[in-house]
């Protein structure tokens, strides 16, 4: 089955940029999509099809997807930022996968 | 603005059943399709269920096939899931989420309804 691999976790200083991958075979291959969820709040959507922004996502959350690598990068990040952050990519034979999850911790 | 909101949650012992709901308002309900995400407590997000804009196509994760069934009625902008045989592994956070179109992916979620399976 399709899997996804992410780091557990990412520490970063403010201003700094983040960088946070997720791995699986042939990702590139499909759209990734990257969720953030702080604590006690639903996931929100911050990147689609591999680096698109929805509205009201600031501009400094920025996608790349190739070969079997996505990377969610958060360029001059905030105390604000600080939050688990799960890459998702669609399966044929699986449908929606998820990765495990990055806690990204700013300080 | 967009709004899901999630009900039906609560405690249940091993092998009894649950039915959610999750009311939208706010989007063309029927242009989107609708799924069930879970999160188990302290742990990552799993895709469980899918059904189509017009309710034709519907998917399962293997976890649930069989005892989970989704359905929904466009007239009430609602989105159901009825949960069967539950079992203690199915406790979890459950949330709606919308997908627009062939996007495959999540565009907007519902703050989730509590589900406990518990003896």
């Known amino acids: 089955s399709f899997e996804l691999t992410q780091p557990p976790s990412v520490s970063v200083s403010p201003g700094q940029t983040a960088n946070i991958t997720c791995s699986g075979e042939k990702l590139g291959d499909t759209y990734a999509s990257w969720y953030q969820q702080k604590p006690g709040q639903s996931p929100l959507l911050v990147i689609y099809q591999d680096s698109r922004r929805p509205s009201g996502i600031p501009e400094r959350f920025s996608g790349s997807n190739s070969g079997n690598t996505a990377t969610l990068t958060i360029s001059g990040t905030q105390t604000m930022d600080e939050a688990d952050y799960y890459c998702q990519a669609w399966d044929s034979t699986t449908l929606y996968v998820f990765g495990p999850g990055t806690r990204v911790t700013v300080l | 603005e967009v709004q899901l909101v999630e009900s039906g949650g609560g405690l249940v012992r091993p092998g009894m059943s649950l039915r959610l709901s999750c009311a939208a308002s706010g989007f063309t309900f029927r242009s989107y399709e609708m799924n069930w995400v879970r999160q188990a407590p302290g742990k990552g997000l799993e895709w469980i269920s899918k059904?189509?804009?017009?309710?034709?196509?519907?998917y399962y994760a293997d976890s649930v096939k069989g005892r989970f069934t989704i359905s929904r009625d466009n007239a009430k902008q609602s989105l159901y899931l009825q949960m069967n045989n539950l079992r203690a592994e199915d406790t979890a956070v459950y949330y709606c989420?919308?997908?627009?179109?062939?996007?495959?992916?999540?565009?907007?979620w519902g703050r989730g309804t509590l589900v406990t399976v518990s003896s």
């Open positions: 059904i189509s804009g017009s309710g034709s196509s519907i």
């Open positions: 989420a919308g997908e627009r179109g062939v996007r495959r992916d999540f565009e907007f």
